[in-house]
T-cell receptor, first 113, second 116 residues
Framework: DGGITQSPKYLFRKEGQNVTLSCEQNLNHDAMYWYRQDPGQGLRLIYYSQIVNDFQKGDIAEGYSVSREKKESFPLTVTSAQKNPTAFYLC????????????FGPGTRLTVT | AQSVAQPEDQVNVAEGNPLTVKCTYSVSGNPYLFWYVQYPNRGLQFLLKYITGDNLVKGSYGFEAEFNKSQTSFHLKKPSALVSDSALYFCAVRDSGNTGGFKTIFGAGTRLFVKA
């Protein structure tokens, strides 16, 4: 988990509310990623960013939004449009070459009721 | 399209015995292959990767993996399992070519139980 922080660790929200998950890295990595993890489904990519002020949708971007105003930060907003937001959310970063492994944060468990 | 399969949801092994966690992949070009481990309520930790060269890759905590191009496999192995190896293991692939960009595709994960 070293070098990437996610806060908070646990988050509870009422249905219909937007919520923002924080991700900060001090690894000087250009690329950052958001994944969603559900039991038995592995990791699914929500958004990724290869450079500041640029990001691309992943496989399940609907109902989510991101920004990349600083190299160190890549916050994820879960909007009320996300139909099933309760999940474990993981942020990661890496160098920009395809050979580079990803470094993951400790995750945020979001529960929406 | 890229894909990764981990055919076993769970692997059980006795402490001291060798362990194998299986992974097969599909990419259009040459693969970059990764193994990660996840402990409960934690993020993933990188174990090892195959980029090119020697088919046997050594990684952290005594783990190794063997790349087999003809079988499109990248199985994770360890000669002697420890109880502390019990965790969730993910295989991942990235296409070395331009298709897929920087996306990494993860398998569904295999839970390893090592019994004392």
């Amino acid at each position: 988990d070293g070098g990437i922080t996610q806060s908070p660790k646990y988050l509870f929200r009422k249905e219909g509310q937007n919520v923002t998950l924080s991700c900060e890295q001090n690894l000087n990595h250009d690329a950052m990623y958001w994944y969603r993890q559900d039991p038995g489904q592995g990791l699914r990519l929500i958004y990724y960013s290869q450079i500041v002020n640029d990001f691309q949708k992943g496989d399940i971007a609907e109902g989510y939004s991101v920004s990349r105003e600083k190299k160190e930060s890549f916050p994820l907003t879960v909007t009320s449009a996300q139909k099933n937001p309760t999940a474990f959310y993981l942020c990661a970063s890496s160098g920009t070459g395809r050979v580079n492994e990803q470094y993951f944060g400790p995750g945020t468990r979001l529960t929406v009721t | 399209a890229q894909s990764v399969a981990q055919p076993e949801d769970q692997v059980n092994v006795a402490e001291g015995n060798p362990l194998t966690v299986k992974c097969t992949y599909s990419v259009s070009g040459n693969p970059y292959l990764f193994w990660y481990v996840q402990y409960p309520n934690r993020g993933l930790q990188f174990l090892l990767k195959y980029i090119t060269g020697d088919n046997l890759v050594k990684g952290s905590y005594g783990f190794e993996a063997e790349f087999n191009k003809s079988q499109t496999s990248f199985h994770l192995k360890k000669p002697s399992a420890l109880v502390s190896d019990s965790a969730l293991y993910f295989c991942a692939v990235r296409d070395s070519g331009n298709t897929g960009g920087f996306k990494t595709i993860f398998g569904a994960g295999t839970r390893l139980f090592v019994k004392a």
